[in-house]
């Protein structure tokens, strides 16, 4: 029966994610219970963060989900449901990434006012940071952590998880601008300049603060360079060289600041 459903699931939509979840069905055993603990919850909490510690996604999200099934009025199922998206966030499979996005979602929609809906929210975006391509791939997943990611700063300022996950942010805005500046250089070197700027003024009005904006203010520079468009190109050359004490660039930047000032 299991075989037959398998193979029917693999030929449909979200087949991969249906199969998953037989699998974690099929495989899962309610844990044990000693005789006369007087919080059952509790037990299965701790157990579950026990087996969570030593990455045991699993074990650990059959304790947990006992809790959330079989507990409904128990003030650890909320701390229960995260620990279920975490086992699935820590599998990092694109399989169990859907599934964890999931868990935290439904935290932030059943317990919006509960004092780790920062976390979840957190985590959320981190179901998507986890499935960031490389930037000449699709960025999908990456636009989705942004967004996120911003979520979590617009609806929690004052979380003590902000320097974190501005670290991570960062991490994924970065990622979007280097996929724009690669489409930028690509037309810089295939002397196509009017698209090189273009796309490298779009880079630094959208992400002012990407940490690769010594690579575009001297590629666009150059770009307006070569175009007759010198006055404009000035100013970027004397932002690269103000900006970085280190870069890549400043040795050809200095030579060419000079060469249109003497122009």
Excluded at 73 to 93: H, I, N
Excluded at 203 to 223: C, F, I, M, Q, T
């Amino acid at each position: 029966m299991i075989a037959k459903l398998l193979r029917t699931f693999r030929a449909r939509p979200f087949g991969a994610v249906l199969i998953a979840v037989l699998c974690v069905a099929c495989g899962s055993k309610k844990a044990i219970i000693p005789a006369g603990t007087d919080q059952p919850d509790r037990f299965l909490l701790d157990r579950g963060n026990a087996e969570l510690k030593e990455k045991n996604w699993l074990r650990a999200r059959e304790y947990f989900r006992q809790i959330v099934d079989n507990y409904p009025q128990s003030a650890l199922r909320p701390e229960a449901k995260l620990g279920v998206g975490d086992t699935y966030l820590g599998e990092s499979t694109a399989e169990a990434l859907v599934l964890g996005a999931n868990e935290f979602r439904e935290f932030i929609t059943f317990y919006p006012t509960n004092a780790r809906a920062d976390y979840a929210q957190y985590k959320l975006a981190m179901t998507h940071y986890n499935q960031m391509r490389r930037p000449e791939r699709d960025q999908t997943e990456t636009r989705e952590a942004v967004k996120e990611f911003e979520v979590f700063f617009e609806r929690y300022p004052n979380s003590a998880l902000t320097p974190e996950v501005k670290v991570k942010w960062r991490e994924a805005r970065d990622r979007l601008s280097e996929a724009s500046y690669r489409v930028g250089y690509f037309y810089f070197r295939s002397r196509w300049y009017p698209g090189a700027i273009d796309r490298f003024r779009g880079v630094l009005k959208e992400d002012p603060g990407y940490s690769g904006r010594d690579a575009v203010y001297y590629y666009l520079a150059e770009s307006l360079a070569r175009t007759d468009k010198k006055a404009e190109a000035i100013p970027l050359f004397e932002r690269l060289l103000e900006e970085f004490e280190q870069s890549e660039h400043l040795m050809d930047a200095r030579k060419r600041l000079e060469e249109l000032k003497t122009q």
